[in-house]
């Protein structure tokens, strides 16, 4: 999809819902990778006081 200024209509559309897919992606792997870092500090922390 190209996502160029001063395209169609229809083509902005695609876009837009191009970059809302984009921005579902990047907010899941964002919070992915918190739960894991997470995930990693507390299984640390059990295996140093544990």
Known sequence: MN???GSLSA???DCS???KWLGAI???LA???LN???I???S???IFWG
Do not use: K, P, R, T
Request: aromatic content about 12%.
């Open 3 to 5: 996502c160029e200024m």
């Open 11 to 13: 083509a902005s559309a």
């Open 17 to 19: 819902i191009h970059l």
């Open 26 to 28: 990047h907010d899941w």
């Open 31 to 33: 919070s992915f990778v």
């Open 36 to 38: 894991i870092s997470i």
């Open 40 to 42: 990693m500090s507390i």
């Open 44 to 46: 640390n922390y059990i």
